[in-house]
């Protein structure tokens, strides 16, 4: 039977790997040296999924010069310790290599720096799996999922009707809905199912065998 699709499209940040921990801490980090009150854990959750400078500007009212300070505190922390600090979700990696195997190209799509993800699949020694990360390459580089996933079907002449993006919040789901490009909502990572119905979701999976059996059925 032919693959449905040709390309699937996975968010980093609770969709491959729990990055809560490594990320949290490097919040934590940053708001501690510009002297503003500790985040609570609700308001640390929402810093999975969207742009960094925007979630600083949105949970503490910073000022975009308060903004591009606590991202440099962030990343000095992050760099040196919390991109480390992960764990893949069960069932993603043989999934990954199950769609490898099967022909189908298995990209990355981000709003995390591209030199963070890159640094991370090498870490993980998941270079020969992953066909393209797209991610912003630096803070300037635009950051919208739609941007994102329209640059996968640009550099792979993947039509976007054969593609697929998977992902755990809204950003994602609304990213593929302005992109035109089909949908799965996991809810194992940071978002919750209502979130991601609201957005349009096309598919909810509560696990890697979830989205399996969308990509495959």
Known sequence: MPNKFDAVLFD???TIADTG??????????VAALGFKPLS???????????????????????????????????????????????LYPGIEPLI????????????????PEKFIIKIVSFLKMDEIIDLVSAPKDDSAPQDKSYLINNVSELLGVEKSRMLMVGDRHFDINGARVAGV?????????GSEDELKKAGADHIAHSAAEIREVIFS
Do not use: H
């Open 12 to 14: 980093f940040d609770g």
């Open 21 to 30: 921990v490594g990320i949290f801490n490097s919040v934590r980090f940053a």
């Open 41 to 87: 854990e609700k308001q640390l959750r929402s810093f999975i999924g969207p742009p960094i400078f925007d979630s600083f500007k949105r949970e503490l009212g910073m000022s975009d010069e308060q903004c591009e300070l606590a991202v440099r505190k962030y990343r000095e922390l992050y760099s040196r310790s919390g991109i480390y600090q992960f764990e």
């Open 97 to 112: 290599r199950e769609l490898k195997e099967n022909g189908m190209k298995v990209c990355i799509a981000s709003s995390k």
């Open 182 to 190: 089909e949908s799965v909502g996991v809810t194992y990572g940071y």
